[in-house]
């Protein structure tokens, strides 16, 4: 797929110039025109990331700076930062460490600039009843547990995020392919590109796909100013974000941002390819398992018991 | 000639009865009111409707879904006439095809309401764009919808041109476009099915019995309403349409719903008996599930009026008297239309596939732009069928009235 798109390429560079005129020309028209409706109008015309040449990728990375830092009012970074070499990230999950505790929740709100207001959260933590007749059954499972103090006595509980699939439904059914599988295994969406349609939420089978319902906002003080194209920049209202295993970190080498804060270490995270590796040493000697591995999705996302019993606080 | 024919056509959409301007005004009333409710949702987002990151589609796509029905059903009048040569359902096959025009303009209208981002359909546009096909079954759809609505719309117009120029038209050119026409009207519904048939995240919808059932009761909704507004226009205006013709169609409904509850019943058990856990959306909503049982109501009204619309249709001498007729198609007109919108798109989401239980209903904003979108549709439809019309009677053009085409 990837392929055929590079092929395009080429074939891009007048239509790219059209389209640049084009742009050009709407905003001579729209005098007198500011900065910031220049900037509009170039969004609007903006092709697909993958058809943007390395000029054209900086370019638009130093205006989206401009534009992002006048917005917060801080120094604001974006960068695009390829995939490594000999890299596939993988994550592992302990479910007898994990006490519920939501934190991983928040970071990630906070790592990512996901919108506080309407909330959106890109990891779920669902919580199980050990007495429950059908343990895997999520039926029985509740998101909106809230007793006074986590793990309670008789619960487990199930982080879900996306589960980076190798064999992803979501990105075989978007018509406009605005999401894709990048060589390091992470999916990725051009939040510029997304029309919307909502068609990857139907097929993803981990509800792991979060729609921009109304207009995003992070206050100005909450702004994480480190940011990736392909990740934690602001969204935009109606088009779809998700878990990119905080692609602004892990492609610059660091943990997630949910691996960080975990108290009880029940998340691991690294290079799939990587023999020496924590994860790959997880897989090779720990019992793991992944959601719904019926459907053939394939997910780079693993979970684990290391334990007898949960930890206890 | 052009000149009059336009003259002509905006004569006769301006002119007419009380009950005529009447109802154009309250449908221009409803736009407007619908409208004025897109306005509001463009600036705020989808947040204003019910739908949630739990139920991702609702109310317009469940609109868009059924609608597509309606129009492949156009095809059901194509066949006979032009297949098989059954002459008495000719004048009503023109009335047909501005249908399909009209439904397929709506379920665009729902597809555009529906998206996030509308205004980058550009994004769409092979070329300019990148229309994933053939991977994304979403392209196929688009592929047969915009083909189809062009295909009917040539059907329409050459068919009224050549009639109004008083030629009679002969089916020898069109005819590739006529056969085509039937594969095609499949193709929409078949593909609007894969759609959802395609998704194993959704074991509710993911069945091969699927495409079969949205034909089955495509087939029997589309003529069921096509058959109450032949009655009008057969009244209101000079267009001829015998009864043969109607019952006809009524015939063509009897089966088409025989089969939709066989492929019911056929779905019904095989989720049953089996007894999976897949069975959760369809507990929802034929039963409850966990105490939420908001569709139910619903469902059941959709299985009783096919059911008592079935029996009446399958009575000859009922079939052949328009009171039960009549009352068979609205029967069977509302309980398709809670059955492939409510009774489809909704449980798919129920529970979600983390399990969430969200209780999805459309809120008025949702359902008044629907009513607008219907409006719309409703107008798009009268307004053409009422020129056609005045065509095919000669009142405005140089038709030649004793003449069959
Ligand atoms: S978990 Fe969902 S969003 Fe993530 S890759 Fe798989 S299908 Fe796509
Ligand atoms: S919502 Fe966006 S990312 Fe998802 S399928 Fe539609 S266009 Fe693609």
Redesign the pocket.
């Known amino acids: 797929m990837s392929e055929d798109i590079k092929g395009k390429n080429k074939g891009s560079l007048t239509r790219r110039k059209f389209l640049a005129g084009l742009t050009a020309g709407a905003a001579a028209l729209a005098l007198p025109a500011g900065n910031a409706d220049a900037y509009m109008v170039e969004e609007y015309f903006r092709q697909h990331f993958k058809r943007l040449s390395k000029d054209d990728l900086k370019d638009i990375l130093k205006k989206m700076e401009d534009e992002l830092s006048f917005k917060y009012g801080k120094k604001i970074t974006v960068k695009a930062t390829p995939p490594m070499d000999d890299v596939v990230f993988g994550y592992a999950l302990d479910l007898s460490r994990c006490i519920g505790c939501r934190r991983c929740i928040y970071a990630c709100v906070k790592e990512n600039n996901l919108s506080r207001n309407p909330q959106i959260h890109w990891i779920k933590v669902l919580e199980f009843e050990k007495e429950n007749k059908k343990w895997q059954s999520l039926e029985h499972s509740n998101r909106y547990y809230n007793p006074e103090t986590v793990p309670e006595e008789g619960r487990y509980y199930v982080p879900v995020q996306?589960?980076?699939?190798k064999n992803?439904?979501?990105?075989k059914v978007c018509p406009v392919r605005a999401?894709w599988?990048e060589p390091d295994g992470i999916?990725v969406v051009d939040y510029n590109w997304c029309i919307g349609c909502r068609f990857?939420m139907a097929?993803?089978?981990?509800?792991?796909?979060n729609f921009n319902w109304g207009r995003p906002s992070v206050p100005k003080e909450e702004i994480n100013p480190n940011m990736h194209y392909l990740g934690n920049r602001p969204q935009y209202k109606g088009t779809v974000g998700?878990?990119t295993f905080c692609i602004q970190r892990s492609r610059a080498g660091r943990y997630t941002a949910c691996v960080e804060i975990c108290p009880v270490g029940a998340r691991k995270f690294g290079n799939l390819l990587d023999p020496k590796s924590e994860i790959r040493y997880i897989l090779e000697h720990l019992k793991v398992f992944r959601l719904k591995e019926s459907l053939n999705?394939n997910?780079k996302?693993f979970y684990f018991f290391s334990l007898g019993r949960p930890v206890k606080r | 000639m052009l000149i009059d024919a336009i003259n002509g056509i905006i004569r006769t959409i301006t002119r007419g009865s009380r009950a005529y301007k009447l109802w154009v005004g309250v449908l221009l009333v409803l736009a407007a009111i619908g409208i004025s409710f897109v306005v509001k949702q463009a600036s705020e987002g989808l947040i204003v409707t019910n739908m949630r990151n739990q139920v991702s589609w609702g109310w317009y796509i469940a609109n868009f879904t059924f609608l597509v029905g309606v129009a492949a059903a156009a095809v059901v009048l194509v066949i006979p006439y032009y297949v098989y040569k059954y002459k008495p359902i000719g004048n009503i096959v023109l009335i047909g095809e501005i249908m399909a025009v009209a439904a397929v303009s709506m379920c665009l209208m729902f597809i555009l309401l529906d998206m996030g981002s509308p205004e980058r359909f550009w994004h769409l546009i092979p070329g300019l764009g990148i229309f994933n096909f053939p991977q994304s079954i979403l392209t196929w759809d688009v592929v047969v919808l915009n083909l189809y609505l062009f295909l009917n719309l040539f059907l329409v117009v050459y068919a009224l041109a050549k009639i109004y120029a008083g030629k009679s038209y002969k089916t020898g050119f069109i005819w590739p476009f006529i056969v085509f026409s039937i594969p095609a009207a499949i193709s929409i519904h078949t593909v609007t099915a894969f759609l959802y048939a395609g998704l194993p995240?959704r074991p509710f919808w993911n069945a091969a019995i699927l495409a079969p059932r949205f034909i089955a009761s495509a087939f029997s909704s589309g003529p069921a309403l096509m058959l109450i507004i032949f009655q009008i226009i057969r009244k209101r205006t000079k267009l001829e349409i015998t009864d043969e013709s109607l019952f006809k169609v009524g015939e063509l409904i009897t089966w088409a719903m025989a089969f939709n509850l066989f492929f019911l019943i056929a779905e019904l058990y095989k989720e049953i008996y089996s007894a999976t856990d897949h069975i959760a959306s369809l507990d929802y909503l034929y039963y409850g599930l966990q105490g939420h049982d908001r569709l139910v109501p619903w469902i059941w009204t959709a299985v009783i009026f096919n059911s008592i619309a079935f029996l009446i249709l399958l009575i000859p001498t009922l079939r052949k008297s328009f009171i039960p007729l009549n009352v068979a198609c609205v029967l069977i007109f509302i309980g398709v239309y809670i059955e492939k919108g409510i009774g489809l798109v909704f449980p798919g989401f129920i529970p979600g596939t983390l399990g969430e239980i969200y209780e999805y209903f459309p809120n008025s904003l949702e359902l008044w732009i629907s009513v607008g979108v219907w409006s719309i549709g409703f107008l798009i439809f009268t307004l053409f069928a009422k020129v056609a019309i005045a065509i095919k009677t000669g009142e405005i053009g140089h038709a030649n009235p004793a003449e069959e085409h």
């Open positions: 996306c589960q980076q699939c992803p439904p979501c990105v999401t599988k999916i990857c097929a993803c089978p981990y509800g792991a796909r998700k878990c999705t997910p996302f | 995240s």
